[in-house]
């Protein structure tokens, strides 16, 4: 059974938020999105993919390439500030995953 199947709820808010996202940034309507709106969507996000992950104990495939290098460095460095991390600790994490998903890939 897909996720999809399992959470057919979840699956449609996810087609319709994605949809409403993209009509917003078609209709170059994006500065008028609140901040706030944004902030929750990516806290909840956030906190989904990192539940996800660690109750499958393995990393998920790479996110969409669609998301350019800048992008993904601006959520990044959002999420390293939110909690006073700096590079260094980025380092320590970083090494953890890739240690976990190594490990993941052995027979």
């Given at each position: 059974?897909?996720?999809s199947?399992?959470?057919?709820?979840?699956?449609?808010?996810?087609?319709a938020?994605?949809e409403?996202?993209?009509?917003?940034?078609?209709?170059?309507?994006?500065?008028?999105?609140?901040?706030?709106?944004?902030?929750?969507?990516?806290?909840?996000?956030?906190?989904?993919?990192?539940?996800?992950?660690?109750?499958?104990?393995?990393?998920?495939?790479?996110?969409?390439?669609?998301?350019?290098?800048?992008?993904?460095?601006?959520v990044?460095?959002?999420?390293?500030?939110?909690?006073?991390?700096?590079?260094?600790?980025?380092?320590?994490?970083?090494?953890?995953?890739?240690?976990?998903?190594?490990?993941?890939?052995?027979?």
């Open positions: 059974m897909s996720a199947e399992a959470n057919p709820r979840l699956d449609d808010l996810t087609r938020v994605h409403r996202i993209a009509a917003t940034a078609e209709a170059g309507q994006i500065g008028r999105v609140p901040p706030e709106d944004v902030t929750a969507l990516l806290t909840e996000a956030v906190r989904l993919y990192a539940a996800v992950t660690e109750e499958i104990e393995r990393e998920f495939p790479p996110i969409d390439a669609s998301i350019s290098t800048t992008e993904a460095m601006v990044a460095c959002a999420l390293l500030r939110a909690h006073r991390l700096n590079p260094f600790d980025l380092a320590l994490w970083f090494s953890r995953t890739a240690r976990r998903s190594s490990t993941d890939a052995q027979p």
